[in-house]
């Protein structure tokens, strides 16, 4: 009996100790940054190989749309479910069975069939709005003296693994012998992210009762109390973010086109949104940082949708010849933007429950307005033969969004 009992506490501990090395910061933050690189890589690999989708399944423009359109409306609705999951489930398991879905959903978009590559991505916007609305909640209450710095690390880590992606994607196409490779080949890259996490998982199942409803918590609706839905700044937060995702996706499935319509090569045009995927990365680093020393962010408001307004128009004018530098203005200008977007998320909630809440109704509400973008922008611009009325049209939203983020950048709290 004595034996057993020394076997009992020491197995006790040895558990501890494994609970205590799994709970490592350093291991925390790797799964962050892996699950945060793909939080965009399965979008941005799309984007250089419309023309190639479209060739291979007869596709019109308007369909053509689609592709990027159906992922981003399923960042809306798959939104609705991540605060229901993370309740039921936990956040650390319903990240990482995202991370194990977004990978399925990369193969079966590749399958030989249309109706595959609009199926597979359904599952890549449901995979990513888990992600997308669980990671700041999580974020608010493993780290909260350093949340706005913490939201610089991942939203820059976001926007690197769609830099890579886009670059990369058409080089695979070629080394690899056709599209469908090189969009299945980033799914390696989901596998890799939910391995790391697979750590979090074991830590989750370690809790007590109390740590575990703890990080279930980060993903809980919107009760009666204290309802988000109800609050006019949560609204202002909700549409920034929208706004911002709007502009930014119209960007990202169609931004090669505007230059190769305008006689630019396919190669070149690529390099070129890798290149604004790129710089994208200061912004969605900087800006965060900037906002969390600040009481408010108006001044950085104002900042980014002036310079994403003005890559716009730069596209309009002079798309090709002024390229490199519309590419760089809207880089650091769409960087901004959403590292802002998703800093206020969590600046103007009061504790990690809130900031789950706000995060669940900002990107339900706010990916299903911008999946409105890419399809609109392509319907008009096959209904007028020119560019130039999406691009107006979107001028529209980058002032509806100067107007909405001023409110929401006041130093207030939900």
């Known amino acids: 009996m004595r034996l ?12 501890a100790g494994r609970r205590v090395l799994l709970a490592h910061p350093v291991l925390l933050l790797v799964g962050i940054v892996l699950a945060s690189l793909n939080m965009r890589a399965a979008l941005a690999s799309v984007s250089p190989l419309v023309s190639e989708l479209a060739e291979t399944y007869g596709l019109s423009s308007a369909a053509s749309s689609l592709v990027t359109s159906v992922p981003v409306l399923f960042l809306g609705l798959g939104a609705l479910l ?55 909640g999580l974020i608010k209450r ?33 080394a690899l012998g056709g599209w469908r490779a090189s969009l299945g080949f980033w799914s390696l890259l989901a596998v890799v992210a939910a391995v790391a996490w697979l750590p979090q998982v074991l830590i989750a199942r370690g809790r007590t009762g109390h740590g575990a409803r703890g990080a279930a918590g980060a993903g809980t609706v919107p009760g009666p109390v204290r309802s988000v839905w109800r609050s006019a700044l949560a609204w202002q937060v909700t549409l920034f973010m929208g706004l911002q995702s709007l502009w930014s996706y119209v960007l990202i499935a169609w931004m090669p086109t505007i230059f190769t319509d305008h006689g630019m090569s396919r190669s070149t045009a690529g390099v070129i949104f890798a290149f604004n995927n790129l710089i994208q990365v200061a912004g969605a680093f900087a800006v965060p940082l900037l906002a969390g020393r600040m009481r408010g ?42 590292g802002l977007a998703l ?32 399809l609109a922008a392509g319907a008009l611009h096959q209904a007028t033969g020119s560019w130039t009325p999406p691009i107006v049209a979107v001028l529209g939203v980058c002032a509806a969004a100067l107007a909405v983020g001023l409110l929401a950048a006041r130093d207030r709290t939900v």
Do not use: C
């Open 82 to 136: 991540a605060p229901w999951l993370g309740r039921r489930l936990g956040a650390e398991r319903v990240l990482f069975a995202a991370l194990l879905l977004l990978g399925a959903g990369i193969l079966v978009r590749i399958l030989p069939s249309a109706a595959a590559l609009y199926g597979g991505g359904v599952l890549v916007g449901t995979a990513i709005a888990l992600l997308n609305v669980l990671m700041p």
């Open 343 to 374: 800093t206020l998320i969590v600046l103007r909630s009061g504790d990690a429950m809130t900031a789950a809440r706000l995060s669940g109704m900002a990107q339900t509400v706010g990916y299903l307005l911008a999946a409105v973008g890419p």
């Open 4 to 15: 057993s009992g020394r076997g009992g506490r020491s197995n006790a501990v040895g558990a």
């Open 142 to 174: 493993d780290f909260p003296d350093r949340a706005a710095s913490m939201t610089s690390v991942y939203t820059g880590a976001m926007i690197a693994g769609a830099t890579v992606v886009a670059a990369a994607s058409v080089p695979l196409e070629r």
């Open 297 to 338: 962010q108006r001044p950085l408001v104002v900042l980014v949708t002036t310079l994403v307004a003005a890559g716009y128009a730069g596209l309009m004018i002079a798309p090709v010849e002024g390229a490199w530098v519309w590419s760089a203005v809207l880089g650091v200008g769409q960087g901004g933007a959403v």
